[in-house]
């Protein structure tokens, strides 16, 4: 849920391979976008299968790189239908009202060798609350416009900070669901033109 969002940006390795202010494109295929939250006693885990994305890397001036990231909340998959049902409707993302979750970066800041702390605005359920995102650069394959790049995020969300306040409350004490959930963002970019490769 930003990643879904999201997504992210650039590390000090791709200045030898990304030119000043190149847009890099989200390989939908190559990427996911995945969440985990505690359910009863274990975790349940599911993922966003309809998303999109670009990141702005600036290789000359990283702090002036740019993210943005749209996850269609109908697009939820954690393999059960009933569930997804069920998370799709006003008790959860209201996804009819809230079609979209977005993420658009205000800041992008080095935070160590291949490491950066992406800032941005993050709306989901009617709710815009400002986040930054761990992001690490995992390389690149390829040169030039040929190049493929990859990045990660991490993030701890809770649900009630944007309105999505559905729970249980167990007969033993207790509530079936958490309120943190867990994102996981894993992203394959490339140059534009390279958006649709298989």
């Given at each position: 849920m930003?990643?879904?969002?999201?997504?992210?940006?650039?590390?000090?390795?791709?200045?030898?391979?990304?030119?000043?202010?190149?847009?890099?494109?989200?390989?939908?295929?190559?990427?996911?976008?995945?969440?985990?939250v505690?359910?009863?006693?274990?975790?349940?885990?599911?993922?966003?299968?309809?998303?999109?994305?670009?990141?702005?890397?600036?290789?000359?001036?990283?702090?002036?790189?740019?993210?943005?990231?749209?996850?269609?909340?109908?697009?939820?998959?954690t393999?059960?239908?009933?569930?997804?049902?069920?998370?799709?409707?006003?008790?959860?993302?209201?996804?009819?009202?809230?079609?979209?979750?977005?993420?658009?970066?205000?800041s992008?800041?080095?935070?160590?060798?291949?490491?950066?702390?992406?800032?941005?605005?993050?709306?989901?359920?009617?709710?815009?609350?400002?986040?930054?995102?761990?992001?690490t650069?995992?390389?690149?394959?390829?040169?030039?416009?040929?190049?493929?790049?990859?990045?990660?995020?991490?993030?701890?969300?809770?649900?009630?900070?944007?309105?999505?306040?559905?729970?249980?409350?167990?007969?033993?004490?207790?509530?079936?669901?958490?309120?943190?959930?867990?994102?996981?963002?894993?992203?394959?970019?490339?140059?534009?033109?390279e958006?649709?490769?298989?």
């Amino acid at each position: 849920m930003n990643r879904t969002l999201a997504m992210l940006v650039l590390a000090s390795g791709l200045a030898g391979s990304v030119g000043a202010a190149e847009t890099l494109v989200i390989d939908r295929n190559h990427s996911d976008a995945s969440f985990q939250v505690r359910h009863f006693v274990s975790n349940v885990r599911g993922r966003f299968t309809d998303f999109t994305g670009t990141i702005v890397a600036d290789a000359a001036k990283p702090e002036a790189s740019s993210v943005e990231f749209t996850v269609k909340t109908a697009s939820i998959d954690t393999d059960q239908a009933n569930r997804d049902k069920h998370l799709q409707s006003a008790d959860f993302f209201d996804a009819e009202k809230f079609p979209e979750i977005t993420f658009k970066s205000t800041s992008v800041k080095s935070a160590g060798k291949n490491k950066f702390d992406v800032t941005g605005n993050l709306s989901m359920h009617g709710v815009t609350k400002q986040v930054t995102l761990p992001v690490t650069y995992l390389g690149s394959a390829g040169a030039g416009k040929d190049a493929k790049h990859g990045f990660e995020t991490t993030v701890v969300l809770n649900r009630k900070d944007y309105g999505i306040v559905w729970n249980k409350a167990m007969d033993a004490g207790g509530y079936m669901l958490g309120d943190d959930v867990t994102v996981n963002i894993n992203i394959e970019a490339a140059p534009r033109k390279e958006a649709a490769s298989n």
